[in-house]
């Protein structure tokens, strides 16, 4: 994990607890609020927490039976098979057929509350997923809310210097003509001013471009109305700084969702292996189904009436066989209550299903899932070993901020004294203009010096308050 300003820069997602909103001035809490609504990232990981929500009701559904019901209606035309009969009939007639059937799983490995398993641990790495997303979402709003205050602290500072210039070209002005000061000394000033002046230009250049890149992050299309609150904040102690790189690291372990991710991964990873030996397991299973049949065709029925019909002689006597058959007429089909129950019919039983050779498909499966185990191992480890850098870096460079914060101030001081003692002996006549313009300018060099020292060591510290857990505010 690279240590970038990216990520120093956390930090102030909470740097401000106060919520101003009006028109289109935002506060940091504003503009953070604002990007999680409307980041597109976020709402694709929150989708992708909805499927894993759906995965895990369909692992749930494994445990019931699977119930299916089935209807068909068809019409026969010339020699077809009475699916009621059995017989060859060349008639025309329709039949409809219902049935029902049901399979449920008795044994097969556990695999169902193996799969159940996995899918909550899916749920939980997706909101882990969902967190860093968030929480990275927020870190890029505050880098860029955090920008446009940094430039704008810068422009006012480089229209106070410039006013200070301004007031001192005219008092340069008053003691020429007084007959302190050569008209001479008037240059160097004119020239300091035309440079302060293009400082000017340059501040609130970067204060447009930088209150344009935080108004795209939160899809803002209105960069002329858009606007940050002013708010300001006092430098915090660098109490984090007495801890240790390692303890840092350690608490860090303890509530990174990058790394609950890969903690929750690794369990992902042993459940597809359990998941995978069910495959070398033999399954029962049960089953039951119902069916039966309607016909629509129309039926013969006797008429109680009997026609004798010959069908020979007695050799020996000569005397006339007859039979009786008796006379019928066509009728329509039985009723449907009366169909339904004479050719229904019922099928049930289990079945044990034991693997013997699938192609070593079952046992690769296993193997993969082993392999994928151990990525994530090596994964997991990496990024502990990542975040460990991470946290030595961000603690050298908060240390180092903070010296160099302080040494900042230091040379203010040092330098504003020069620059008073300066205007008093430029403004006696000792001292020229250009060597007064020489010690204002490293002055005012050292001001803009510290203002950024001040920034940069603010993020350095949050981002190692950060990793620690601490509350992110100042």
């Keep these: 994990m690279r240590y970038t300003t990216l990520k120093y820069i956390t930090v102030v ?34 989708l992708d927490v909805a499927i894993a929500e759906i995965d895990k009701k369909s692992a749930f559904g494994n445990f019931l039976p699977n119930i299916n019901a089935q209807t068909s209606h068809s019409w026969n035309i010339g020699l077809n098979q009475n699916i009621t009969t059995g017989l060859l009939e060349d008639v025309t007639t329709q039949f409809s057929s219902f049935g029902v059937n049901m399979g449920v799983d008795i044994y097969n490995g556990l695999q169902n509350v193996k799969r159940l398993h996995r899918a909550n641990l899916a749920i939980i790495a997706q909101q882990y997923n969902l967190e860093d997303i968030t929480q ?127 903690v929750t991964n690794l369990e992902i990873s042993k459940a597809d292996i359990e998941i995978a030996k069910t495959g070398l397991q033999p399954s029962l ?39 009786s058959i008796e006379q019928t007429r066509v009728i329509g089909p039985e009723s449907l209550r009366t169909q339904l129950g004479m050719n229904d019919g019922h099928n049930f039983g289990i079945q044990l299903s034991i693997p013997i050779l699938n192609g070593f498909a079952a046992k690769n499966n296993v193997k993969r899932s082993k392999v994928n185990l151990m990525r994530s191992e090596n994964q997991f480890e990496q990024q502990k070993l990542n975040l460990e850098s991470t946290v030595n870096q961000a603690y050298n460079d908060a240390k180092g901020a903070f010296n160099f914060y302080k040494a900042a101030q230091k040379t203010v001081i040092a330098r504003n004294d020069a620059y008073d003692d300066a205007t008093k002996r430029f403004d006696a006549g000792i001292m020229n203009s250009f060597e007064f313009t020489q010690i204002k300018q490293r ?25 620690f857990g601490l509350k992110l505010e100042i």
């Design 136 to 262: 990275n979402t927020s870190i890029l709003v505050a880098n860029s809310y955090l920008q446009v205050m940094f430039n704008r602290e810068q422009l006012t500072v480089q229209e106070s210097q410039l006013a200070v210039s301004i007031k001192e070209l005219e008092r340069t002005k008053t003691l020429i003509e007084a007959g302190v000061l050569t008209s001479g000394d008037v240059f160097e000033l004119e020239a300091t001013i035309a440079s302060q002046e293009q400082a000017v230009i340059q501040a609130e250049n970067n204060l447009r471009l930088t209150k344009i890149n935080l108004a795209q992050l939160l899809l803002i299309t209105d960069y002329e109305n858009f606007d940050i609150a002013v708010e300001s904040f006092d430098v915090p102690f660098p109490e984090i700084l007495e801890k240790t790189p390692k303890a840092i690291y350690e608490k860090a372990l303890t509530h990174r969702n990058d790394i609950k991710l890969s």
């Design 13 to 46: 997602a909470v740097l401000c607890s106060s919520l101003f909103v009006k028109g289109q001035t935002l506060t940091l809490l504003d503009c953070v609020e604002l990007a999680l609504e409307k980041n597109i990232t976020i709402k694709q990981s929150e």
């Design 285 to 323: 299973s049960a089953f039951y189904s119902y069916s039966t049949r309607l016909s629509y065709s129309d039926r013969l029925t006797g008429t109680g009436v009997f026609d004798d019909f010959p069908i020979g002689i007695v050799a020996t006597t000569g005397q006339e066989v007859v039979r």
């Design 443 to 467: 002055y005012e060099a050292s001001v803009s010096d510290e203002l950024r020292a001040k920034y940069d060591y603010v993020f350095k510290l949050k981002v190692l308050e950060f990793y």
